[in-house]
Nanobody, 124 residues
């Protein structure tokens, strides 16, 4: 089993930055592909970013491309989502997800494990 624990959410003004963390246990990140998703109030959960198992490919949703950056620290078994130039529409609960398959995926059902989520609120 894989456990994922997100942290780093909070309240930030528009234009600000936040770094989310997702600490994994049970398996090492080198055996997992990872993803970040988010769910805004009244909306479905949506893809934000993903990285493949080898760490050689990252994908981003168009809405966050060039503002968000996903990276991993294998020594800490942690994946991060660096968020810059935040907008009110980035307000959501952010979820970390992991899959045993090798490729970065955009679809929720491709992921095997999920964290509990962390709230990000961007004020205007």
């Amino acid at each position: 089993q894989v456990q994922l624990v997100e942290s780093g959410g909070g309240l930030v003004q528009a234009g600000g930055s936040l770094r989310l963390s997702c600490a994994a246990s049970g398996r090492t990140l080198t055996t997992l592909a990872m993803g970040w998703f988010r769910q805004a109030p009244g909306k479905e959960r949506e893809f934000v970013a993903a990285i493949n198992r080898s760490g050689t490919q990252t994908d981003y949703a168009d809405s966050v491309n060039r503002r968000f950056s996903l990276f991993t620290d294998d020594a800490k078994n942690t994946v991060y989502l660096e968020m810059r130039s935040l907008k009110p529409e980035d307000t959501a609960v952010y979820y970390c997800a992991a899959r045993a398959g090798p490729t970065a995926q955009h679809m929720e059902h491709m992921y095997d494990y999920w964290g509990q989520g962390t709230q990000v609120t961007v004020s205007s």
